[in-house]
């Protein structure tokens, strides 16, 4: 990865990976030259933002004291067919006038937060004031454009780096990352809240999320999926994306966005759309340098899910052969193969789950207590039903993390390519276990669809209802 904070990174070339995936259509967004790298993207309204160090006409080049090029951020508009303009620069001269690192524009589109070095001029940069650091710098916009950017509170000029702003939708919380020597390893994820409009000390977001390794680049999704890059969850190599759910228990155990995105080399700065169909990520999968992808999700269609089926395995057995007896001593004995007996003409019974059972119907003599002779002798195999089986709480409360796994599926000689699952919000995820928060009471219909990886005009769907309290 290129060099944004000198001392986060070191930059590794990973062998090409193709990107050309089963559900996923991976392209690389040609904005820079072959030598340059583009990185950071960040999405609103129509435009695409992102940083780079390409040199342009329009920005004067300045080098830092490695003889690398300076980023700039810049800027494409998403056109009516889905493609991109032509990059132009994002003019930034009083917030960031030379390395930004990446950017975040509030929702009403008046202040923006940047990641950038302390120092303000050339002369600073060849002197070496303060150009070993970059901290988090806002700017608010006013009829003459971006004003002068102030840096956070909590920004350290020759201590540690801070960078990489993402906010949660309210703009009230901000994850960040920082390299300080208090963090739990070498880079960490930091969160610090607006109160009275002030931000408060940041706080390390903790153990769950953070490792020895970094954590870096945070995107917090408005389905409060707080999306962010590490290299320490042993992924497939280098940098991978993973996200993690705020429930009222706190941050879950953050899992791996998915396989067809994640390779073998550095995958890192993500944004994903609100109806989660497509997104944005930097990576040096083709090495050396790094470069934005975009991807679109190609999700199988299920035209009818069933109803889930929970298997009870429970029975009513009779006998209603020739032999009767008259004697009030002489009664019919079941056993049912899984340890249990019982008594009668007719009987219920519930087995411990599927299986192969050898049943066998007796006459026994109460009085002597012994089986005289036996009437009927066969085995029984007890299926499950083939389906998709989701399991998952029936009933959960609003903002509680929900645990969705369809791992105990009985689904006979079809066999799955990936799952596919809508979670009746609106959101949508795959993966053979997924983790959700249900923002609004409500009673939601969640369903799971899979498609058979040798025959893919085949599926499988199964539905379930999720009860949402307060």
């Not at 890059?229 to 009222?248: C, F, H």
């Not at 994640?262 to 997104?279: I, K, P, R, V």
């Not at 029975?315 to 001593?329: I, R």
């Not at 998952?392 to 066999?415: C, H, M, Y």
Request: glycine share 8%; proline share 4%.
């Amino acid at each position: 990865m290129a060099r944004l904070f000198t001392i986060f990174f070191l930059v590794i070339w990973m062998p090409v990976c193709s990107l050309v995936a089963q559900n996923i259509k991976i392209q690389k967004l040609k904005f820079g030259s072959s030598t340059s790298s583009e990185m950071a993207p960040f999405y609103k309204d129509s435009v695409l933002y992102f940083s780079s160090n390409k040199k342009n006409s329009w920005v004067v080049s300045y080098y830092d004291q490695n003889k690398e090029s300076l980023y700039h951020i810049y800027q494409v508009n998403l056109l009516s067919d889905s493609s991109f303009s032509k990059p132009s620069p994002f003019m930034l001269e009083k917030v960031s006038p030379f390395n930004t690192g990446s950017i975040y524009i509030s929702k009403d589109g008046k202040e923006c937060y940047v990641t950038k070095n302390h120092f303000d001029t050339y002369k600073e940069a060849l002197r070496g004031k303060n150009n070993e650091f970059m901290g988090i710098y806002s700017s608010y916009k006013s009829a003459t454009g971006w004003d002068k950017a102030v840096g956070m509170p909590f920004n350290s000029l020759r201590d540690y780096n801070t960078g990489q702003p993402t906010f949660t939708p309210d703009g009230n919380t901000m994850f960040f990352v920082s390299d300080t020597r208090y963090g739990q390893g070498k880079c960490d994820i930091f969160y610090s809240e607006k109160k009275n409009g002030t931000w408060t000390d940041a706080q390390n977001l903790g153990k769950v999320i953070n490792t020895v390794g970094n954590e870096v680049f945070p995107y917090f999704h408005p389905s409060g999926k707080l999306f962010f890059a590490s290299d320490g969850y042993n992924g497939k190599g280098g940098l991978d994306i993973y996200y993690s759910v705020k429930g009222v228990d706190g941050w879950s155990t953050p899992l791996a966005y998915d396989d067809d995105i994640n390779s073998e080399g550095n995958d890192f700065g993500f944004y994903l759309s609100e109806d989660e169909t497509w997104g944005v990520f930097a990576s040096n999968r083709n090495g050396p340098n790094d470069k934005l992808y975009r991807f679109d999700k190609v999700v199988p269609t299920f035209d009818s899910c069933r109803v889930q089926i929970e298997d009870s395995f429970c029975y009513t057995l009779f006998e209603d052969g020739p032999y009767k007896s008259d004697q009030k001593n002489l009664v019919y004995k079941w056993s049912f193969g899984d340890g249990v007996t019982g008594q009668g003409d007719t009987i219920d019974h519930c087995f411990p789950g599927p299986g192969s059972f050898h049943i066998k119907l007796d006459v026994y003599d109460l009085l002597t207590k012994v089986e005289l002779f036996t009437v009927a002798e066969y085995d029984v195999d007890i299926k499950r039903s083939q389906q998709i089986y989701i399991k998952a709480k029936k009933t959960v409360k609003v903002n509680e993390l929900v645990t969705l796994d369809v791992s105990q599926s009985f689904l006979g000689d079809f066999v799955p390519k990936d799952y596919y699952w809508q979670l009746g919000d609106g959101s949508s995820q795959k993966g053979i276990t997924i983790q959700h928060v249900f923002k609004e009471k409500g009673t939601y219909l969640v369903s799971c669809g899979a498609v058979s990886s040798d025959k893919p005009q085949q599926k499988m769907c199964s539905s379930v209802e999720i009860i949402v309290t307060e």
